[in-house]
Every structure is written in structure tokens, then in C-alpha cells.
């Protein structure tokens, strides 16, 4: 297996820390996995959007938030959510559309939300929640606060005129509010080439001059050190900053299906990325350098199992809503 | 002075809606302006950002001195951004601020539709309630010297059609302070629509802060023939045909629902019983607008009252033109009210 993990990164990262980041990263893993072991049954009758691969951005960022930190979140939002401390029961039985889920199941899997967390509710529109995250920060300085927003958004949404908007208005307010594109190259199984002239999106930022770096979205040690820098910037009344993330999306767009057998990804055409596994890149650093066991490795991977089948066990009894409320909650 | 003063002037008389009364008065906007002005006193959750907030003109007087009362930090220039500073107060919204984000023309909005239909009209719902959106989005319909196609535009009947959202839509000076203090006070997004040529109108309005509570409208002014259910300016037309009317013998009686959503339905059906005749009066197209929806509505709940079939007095299904002869055609008044309650008493 290839270790592309930078190590002039990694040896800056504590082992309390890198082992932080490999539970929420095994954690984001394990949960995406039984959730696709178990979708073809058609119990979860919400479109899936799977972050298997892409782990290491939501880790690395979140792992430097406060509570009353926010984040803002695309369709693609369960790895969000766990990293940023969401509850991992309300987004199972959210999957499952209960009366016990985050949105009391009128949300799915694409509207998750915690607001005890910070989470305040996902999107499926792509570029939606960008200015919310600029509006969020805009409240914290108002408010005297040092929080910080972060909105979590794909390669397609910096297609849309709201992502250049929102980033000007940032800039202009100088506002704590990180950027952070997840950057998986494909936009349902269209290519970022047949999208974007230039494809570097990090570049974009400067317009406005708002600091900003490629990461290797791969290596969550890397992740973590650049979040860090952007995150430490954007609470020190610097303004906002953009991340770029470059993963890899391992599943389709939707549901589980795979890119490779559905062939609008070819073998021949795949980024050397593909091959490269940001769980397994940070468990082989952890067993190697830092004298983390195999045992250790299974005890937590049984417990995080443990937890997640609960969760879904809990889901899968919990109560659905109920059709006379079908009304409720339009109005505040 | 800009132009639509001086066209307003010209041809849009003073509405004094308490003439001859010796009470406090105010214009249209300078009711506007203390409401929001006292908005602000009141919450300083409140702010307020607009494209020429702290201009001379200071959106048509509304804001006027409020920026040196209140500072830059609670009223301030938007850029030309409709889309991202509508999602950004959304967003402040989310984290406890009570924004109010003010467009000169509601043809800006459609600028910022995704963020109206797809978040803020939809925030409280897809979340089972955990986040209300507290939002107000003030803007202003144009009319006359040539403002033609993209200057003129209600659009309301776009937004009533979004569940979700609540539709404001004042015509005395009154009612916008009331109806704006109740917007801001109110926990969801709230569009609130004027009328330019509104602005110079006056009438009673209390130097107190008061509420006019949404969904509940009023008779502008009783009558026994015909019901007419008139919206924004089309209040003003309606009192004037009325007024006409009357020397013919026949009595309207002038509703004015105030908000479009929630919409007060037992006003019209009360005054339909009574009347068995509408007409409905709106600044928006005809076909699939507010009015229709009316028509509808009375069809669904008051066929037993109707003794005819309703008219719809509207614009024409066309962009708005530019030239001053073809906007005469154009925009309907007191006459087609009048003609159209003729018809219904032939």
C-alpha cells in the first residue's frame, strides 16, 4: 500500500492528537460502510451521499472547532456532521426517516443537523450554504464572539456565482469564515475538465485577496496542519480563508455504486490518489512510529462497530412520524 | 428631485386617509423609517443592509439618519450581490440575529431566488422547527417614467406560491409601521412589499411602537354591492372608484387583506355573503397571480354567495413597456374598477 503521508506534517501532529483523528476518521469509515451494507434492503428511503475516501477533510478540519464553532454542509454531509460531533443515533434514524431523527425525518440524509454541535443544517443545493457560513460569521463578530464558520462545499460549487459572491462579501467584512472545498474532481460522474477552465480552485481566492492553499485531502495530517493555519487566521480577526482539498471520491455520486464498474471512470484515466487510503495511511503511521498495537487498532474498531449497531438497531425500531404532522413546523 | 417624485406628484394625488382629522401624520415612508428606526432601538439583534442604505436618498427617506444613530455596524451597503447577502443574512439569522435586508425592486429579488425559495422559505420546515428564520426582505414596486420591463415588477404571486414565506403588503402609512414592526418581531422570513407610489400618501400613525398583526385584513371602506379586495396600490384606485361609484348609486365595499400569506379568508367570505359580487384588484399580472388565487378561493369557499362571476382587474399578461402611452395602456385604475363594477351591476 502506498504512505503518502507528509511526515515534516505528521511529526508536528502529537500522538493523542493523530489517535483523535483516527477514531473520528474510523468512526465517519465504519458508519459509511454498514450504511451501504445495509441500503440495498431499501429501509433508508433517503438518497445516500457517501464520503468513503474523502474522511480525512472532515477530520482534519473539524478537529480544531469549539462547540460554539459552526459549521455549514452540502449534500454530502454525514462526514461533516460526525466530525463536527453530531449524534450519530438522530442521523442514523434520520436516514431511516423516524420522528427520531436530527429533522424528525423531514430532513433525510441530505438535511442533517445537530444545533448542539454547531451544526446547523445541511444543504442540497450545490453552493447553498456558502453564504451561510458568511452570514454565521458575520453574526459572531456582531455578537463579539470568537467563533468561526466553516462551510464544507464541493469542486461544483465553486462553479457558482454564489461561491465568488460569498467569498467577496467575506473579504469585504474581513469575517472569520473558512472556505474549505472538498475537491474530488467529479460532479455526479461529470469530470472537473469538462467544468472548469482552470482547475485550480485555490487560485480563485486571491481575487479577493483571501490567503489560501491546495491540500492533499488524502493525508489528514497535512489536513490538520492547514486547517489549523486557516482556522487560527479566521479566529484572529484576519478574515477568511480557503482550504482545497483534493480527495477522492470512491462511490458514485448517490447510493454506493462504484465509478469504475459504471466506466465513467477508467482504470487508465484514475489520479495516482485512488489507490491511496487516508484511514489506512494513518493507522500504519499510528502502528509503525507511534507504538500503536494491532489489538488497540481492533479494540477500537469493535467499539466503534458496537456503537454504530446500536445506533442502527435504535433507528430501525425508533417511530415514524406521524402523517397528522404532516403539516407541522412550516412556521416558527 | 428624482424622477418618479416628479411623475408621482404629477399624477398620483396626496391620499390623505384621515382628512380633516387633526391627528399625528405621517407619509408611507416616513413610517417606514420610524418603524425601522425603532426596530433598531428596540432589539439590537436587529440590523439592516441595503444596496444605497446610507445614499442621500437613504432608500427613499426610509433610512434616513440611521446609520449616524445606529452605526455602520447595523446599517450597511450591500454589494451588488443579491444571492450571497440574502444568504447571509439567512445565515446570521441561523446564529441569532434578526436581519432585515432591503432591495430597491422586488425584480432584484429573483436575483437571490435560490436562497429564498430553497433555504429561507424552507429552513424551519426540512428541520423539524430547530432553526427559524427570522428575516425580513423589504422591497419596493416602481412604476411610470418609463421604468419599463425590469424596474416595475411586484412578483408577489411567486412568492405567496412558496409555502414558507410570509407576504406583507401594506397601502397606508399605518399599516407599513405596524406591519413592519411585525415582521421583525416575527420568527420567519417575511417578504414585504411597497409600492413607490404609496410613499407620499399619509395618515394616522401613532408615535408608539405597534404591531398590526398578520392574516387579519380590514374593510377600507363598507359598502353593500360589491366586494372589492384590493392589494397595495390598488387600495388607494379601489377608494377612489368607490368614491365615484357612489354618486352612480353603487356602494363597493373595499377590502384590504394587508398580508397575502397568511391571508385573511372569513374578511372576503364575510363580505361576499353580503354582496354576492368580486372584483379583485392587484398591482401583479392576471394569469396564475395572487388575484386568481382569490377567485379561487372564493369559487372553493363562497360559491354559494356568488350572484356573478368575479373580475380580476390586473395587468395585462405583458412586460411592462416603457413608453409613457403605452404605460397608460398598460396599468389598470379607477376606471377599469369602475367599468368592471358596472359590468357586474348590468
Partial sequence: MICAMNENHQNEIGTEQLWDLYRVMARIRLVELKIEELYHLDDMKTPIHLSLGEEAVAAGVCAHLRLDDFVFSNHRSHAHYLAKGGDLKAMIAELYCKETGCAKGRGGSMHLIDTAVGHLGSSAIVGGSIPHAVGAALAFVMQNKTAVAVSFFGDAASEEGVFFESMSLAALKRLPVVFVCENNFYSVCSHISARQPNPDIAMRARAFDIPSVKVDGMDVGQVFMKAGDAIHHARQGRGPYLLECRAQRWRAHAGSGDPLREKYRKPEDLEPDWMRDPLSELEQVLRSRRGIGEQTIRDITGTLNAEIDEAFYAAQSGPLPRKEDLKKYLFA | ?346
Fill in chain 2, 1 to 346: 428631485m428624482p424622477w418618479t417624485k416628479l411623475q408621482i406628484e404629477r399624477e398620483e394625488p396626496v391620499f390623505d386617509e384621515n382628512a380633516g382629522q387633526d391627528v399625528r401624520k405621517l407619509s408611507f415612508g416616513e413610517a417606514l423609517r420610524e418603524a425601522l428606526d425603532q426596530a433598531l432601538q428596540r432589539d439590537p439583534r436587529v440590523y439592516a443592509m441595503g444596496q444605497g442604505i446610507d445614499d442621500p436618498g437613504g432608500i427613499f427617506g426610509t433610512t434616513l439618519g440611521l446609520q449616524e444613530k445606529y452605526g455602520p455596524q447595523r446599517i450597511f451597503d450591500a454589494p451588488l450581490a443579491e444571492e450571497a447577502t440574502i444568504g447571509m443574512a439567512i445565515g446570521s439569522a441561523m446564529a441569532g440575529l434578526r436581519p432585515v435586508s432591503i432591495h430597491n425592486r422586488p425584480d432584484f429579488l429573483m436575483m437571490a431566488m435560490d436562497q429564498i425559495v430553497n433555504a429561507a422559505s424552507k429552513w424551519c420546515y426540512m428541520f423539524s422547527g430547530q432553526v427559524p428564520i427570522p428575516l425580513v426582505i423589504r422591497a419596493c414596486i416602481g412604476r411610470g417614467w418609463g421604468s419599463a420591463a425590469q424596474h416595475s415588477q411586484s412578483l408577489h404571486g411567486l412568492f405567496t406560491h412558496v409555502p414558507g414565506l410570509k407576504i406583507v403588503m401594506p397601502s397606508t402609512a399605518y399599516d407599513a409601521k405596524g406591519l413592519f414592526i411585525a415582521s421583525v418581531a416575527d420568527n420567519n422570513p417575511v417578504i414585504f412589499i411597497e409600492h413607490r407610489w404609496l410613499y407620499q400618501h399619509k395618515g394616522y400613525v401613532p408615535q408608539d411602537v405597534y404591531a398590526v398583526p398578520f392574516g387579519q385584513g380590514t374593510v377600507k371602506r363598507p359598502g353593500r354591492d360589491i366586494t372589492v379586495l384590493a392589494i397595495s396600490h390598488m387600495v388607494i384606485e379601489s377608494l377612489r372608484a368607490a368614491e365615484q361609484l357612489e354618486k352612480q348609486g353603487i356602494s363597493l365595499e373595499v377590502l384590504d387583506p394587508r398580508t397575502l400569506c397568511p391571508f385573511d379568508e372569513e374578511i372576503l367570505l364575510k363580505s361576499l355573503a353580503k354582496t354576492g359580487k368580486l372584483i379583485v384588484a392587484d398591482v401583479d399580472w392576471k394569469t396564475g397571480g395572487f388575484a386568481a388565487e382569490v377567485v379561487a378561493l372564493a369559487a372553493e369557499k363562497g360559491f354559494g354567495y356568488l350572484k356573478k362571476p368575479p373580475v380580476r382587474v390586473c395587468l395585462p399578461d405583458i412586460p411592462t413597456p416603457a413608453s409613457y402611452v403605452l404605460e397608460e395602456a398598460f396599468y389598470p385604475g379607477v376606471a377599469d374598477i369602475v367599468a368592471a363594477a358596472e359590468h357586474l351591476m348590468a
